[in-house]
Nanobody
Framework: QVQLVESGGGLVQPGGSLRLSCAAS????????MGWHRQAPGKQRELVAT???????NYADSVKGRFTIDRDNAKNTVYLQMNSLKPEDTAVYYC?????????WGQGTQVTVSS
C-alpha cells in the first residue's frame, strides 16, 4: 500500500522561509502527479501547487512568485520551497500523490506564520 510522509512544517515569522517534503513509498511506479492542498480553520480547502512526472508545474495565484515545487521521480518525493511567507499562508498542508489512477494523501503538516 502506498504511504505518504510529510515533514518540514513549523512556526516562522512573516517574510521567512520553510521547505516542505513529502515522500511516497510502497510502490515501484512513479506518481503521475504530486502536490499540496492547504486548509485553514473556517476557510475552504485550496490547491497550492502541483507537479507532473514530466516536471510541469501549476500554482495557486496567491503563491505564485513565492513558492516553488519540485520532485525527485526516482524516489517519488516532492518538495515545496516557501519564501516570503505571509500570515495568510498559515494552514495545514496536505500532500498528495497520484499512482496508477488512485490518489493518496499525507498526514498533514502545520505551517504557522506569525510575529
Amino acid at each position: 500500500q502506498v504511504q505518504l510522509v510529510e515533514s518540514g512544517g513549523g512556526l516562522v515569522q512573516p517574510g521567512g522561509s520553510l521547505r516542505l517534503s513529502c515522500a511516497a513509498s510502497g510502490t515501484r511506479f512513479s506518481a503521475t502527479a504530486m502536490g499540496w492542498h492547504r486548509q485553514a480553520p473556517g476557510k475552504q480547502r485550496e490547491l497550492v501547487a502541483t507537479i507532473t512526472i514530466g516536471g510541469s508545474t501549476n500554482y495557486a495565484d496567491s503563491v505564485k512568485g513565492r513558492f516553488t515545487i519540485d520532485r525527485d521521480n526516482a524516489k517519488n518525493t516532492v518538495y515545496l520551497q516557501m519564501n516570503s511567507l505571509k500570515p495568510e499562508d498559515t494552514a495545514v498542508y496536505y500532500c498528495f500523490a497520484d499512482v496508477i489512477s488512485k490518489r493518496y494523501w499525507g498526514q498533514g503538516t502545520q505551517v504557522t506564520v506569525s510575529s
